[in-house]
Nanobody, 122 residues
Framework: QVQLVESGGGLVQPGGSLRLSCAVA?????????MGWYRQAPGKQRELVAA???????NYADFVKGRFTISRDNAKNTVYLQMNSLKPEDTAVYYC???????????????WGQGTQVIVSS
């Protein structure tokens, strides 16, 4: 079992900033091979925002380049999303995703957080 605990969402005015956090926890030994953020607006499909790939690179969606920054703290098994210059169209539920490898027994699990709401409105 793995838990992804997200925080940092809320209501912000256009042009404002928010920082999302997602901590991965488990009672079993594990490592994280991929981690990132997705979002889903009402009536739309879930889409990639930013993510660390299993190869160690970072992917950003075109619509957030230059505004959002993903970072991670490996010691805390935590990924962050710094969101600047927010726009009303960034309003969505933001989900954390992690690819987790457990060691006993060896298995890979793709896990999602519960989502955190971001509303950008004046």
């Amino acid at each position: 079992q793995v838990q992804l605990v997200e925080s940092g969402g809320g209501l912000v005015q256009p042009g404002g900033s928010l920082r999302l956090s997602c901590a991965v926890a488990s009672k079993s030994g594990f490592s994280i091979y991929a981690m990132g953020w997705y979002r889903q607006a009402p009536g739309k499909q879930r889409e990639l925002v930013a993510a660390y790939t299993s190869g160690g690179t970072i992917n950003y969606a075109d619509f957030v380049k230059g505004r959002f920054t993903i970072s991670r703290d490996n010691a805390k098994n935590t990924v962050y999303l710094q969101m600047n210059s927010l726009k009303p169209e960034d309003t969505a539920v933001y989900y954390c995703n992690a690819g987790v490898r457990f060691y006993s027994p060896i298995r890979d699990v793709d896990s999602w957080g519960q989502g955190t709401q971001v509303i950008v409105s004046s």
